[in-house]
C-alpha cells in the first residue's frame, strides 16, 4: 500500500518558484512525495531540508547527497537547520495533513474505521496521547477542544458523557469510544461527527495549532527576499491562521500602521487560492477539504 498520496502536488512544489541552487525545506515529509518533486527540479548544488516527527517517516527517507531528513516538529525548524549551519532559505512548503499511512495503520489510532488503543501521537515518543486526554482532562477542557477544534454545537454533551462513562472504567479504545458518543450523533452524519471528534482530539494531543503558530513566526526571519512560502491546510483554523499571517503578519487583529497609513507585512500572497481540481479529489477523497496558499518574502 501507497505509504501517501500527496495533495496538489505540482500546485505546491510550483508555488516554490524553485532556483535550481537554491535551499528549500519540506516540513511535512511523510511520504516524500513532495520532496521527490522539488529534487527533481534542484540541480547539483541545490539542498533539500525535511522534517517529519513521525518514526514511520524515516522509512521513506531518500538516497540523495543533496537530501537531509531531520526527524522533528516542524515547530523547532530554525533550531535544527541552524544546527546543519542554516541561516537562510529561498522556500518552504508545507502539507499539514494527517497521512495516508498514519490513518490506514490501525494501531496509531488516527482513524475512526479500526478497534485500536487510544494513541493518535504524530509523534510516538510523545507523552501526550488520545488515552491522557480522553480519561484526565476535565470536563471544562474536553467541551473547548470539541469547540474549538471541531465546531460541535453538542459538546457539553459530548464532554459530559465521556467523564460520566470513564468513572465505570477507563476508555482504552476508539471502539468504547464509539459506543459511549453513539446516541449523541445524528444518524445521516455519524460517520462525519466521529471523523470531527478525533480531529479534534488529535489536533489536541499533537498540540497542532500552537506548532502551526511557533512555525509560521518563524518564516520571516527564515525565508529570503523573494523566497516563497507554500502551504496546504485542511480545516478551518489551519486555513486561517495561515490567511492571516500572510496578510498581516498576524494570527488576529490588525497590523500597525506608520504616519502615512502604510503597514509593514512579511509576506505578500501569491497568486490566489488554489483548491484540488474535481479529478483529483475523484482520485483521492482525502483532497477534497485542500486548500493552498502561496506566498512571497517581501
Known amino acids: 500500500m501507497e505509504y501517501h498520496n500527496p495533495v496538489l502536488l505540482k500546485e505546491s512544489v510550483d508555488g516554490l518558484n524553485i532556483k535550481p541552487d537554491g535551499v528549500y525545506v519540506d516540513v511535512t515529509f511523510g511520504g516524500g512525495g513532495h520532496s521527490k518533486l522539488i529534487l527533481s527540479r534542484l540541480g547539483e548544488k541545490g539542498k533539500l531540508y525535511a522534517f517529519d516527527q513521525d518514526l514511520d517517516a524515516l522509512e521513506n527517507k531518500i538516497d540523495d547527497p543533496r537530501f537531509t531528513l531531520i526527524n522533528e516538529n516542524f515547530r523547532f525548524i530554525k533550531r535544527f537547520l541552524r544546527f546543519y549551519g542554516v541561516k537562510e532559505v529561498d522556500g518552504i512548503l508545507g502539507d499539514f495533513g494527517v497521512s495516508s499511512h498514519q490513518f490506514n495503520v490501525a494501531e496509531r489510532g488516527f482513524s475512526t474505521r479500526f478497534e485500536a488503543k487510544l494513541d493518535m501521537r504524530m509523534n510516538q515518543k510523545s507523552s501526550l496521547s488520545a488515552f491522557e486526554v480522553i480519561n484526565e482532562y476535565d470536563e471544562d477542557h474536553l467541551k473547548k477542544i470539541f469547540y474549538e477544534y471541531a465546531d460541535l454545537r453538542n459538546a457539553p454533551r459530548l464532554a459530559s458523557e465521556i467523564v460520566k462513562a470513564r468513572t465505570e472504567s477507563p476508555i482504552e479504545s476508539s471502539e468504547r469510544l464509539n459506543e459511549i458518543l453513539r446516541p449523541f450523533l445524528f444518524k445521516e452524519k455519524e460517520h462525519k461527527i466521529l471523523a470531527q471528534i478525533y480531529q479534534a482530539i488529535r489536533i489536541e494531543v499533537n498540540q497542532e495549532i500552537e506548532a ?80 493552498l496558499r502561496i506566498a512571497k518574502k517581501l
Do not use: C, M, W
Open 212 to 291: 502551526l503558530k511557533e512555525f509560521l513566526l518563524q518564516t520571516e526571519d527564515l525565508i529570503k527576499k523573494g523566497g516563497r512560502l507554500s502551504l496546504i491546510s485542511y480545516h478551518s483554523l489551519e486555513d486561517r491562521l495561515v490567511k492571516r499571517y500572510i496578510r498581516s503578519g498576524l494570527f488576529e487583529g490588525e497590523p500597525e500602521k506608520d504616519f502615512f497609513g502604510n503597514i509593514s507585512v512579511p509576506f505578500k500572497k501569491a497568486g490566489g487560492l488554489i483548491v484540488p481540481t474535481a479529478e483529483e479529489i475523484y482520485r483521492n477523497n482525502r483532497a477534497r477539504s485542500a486548500k
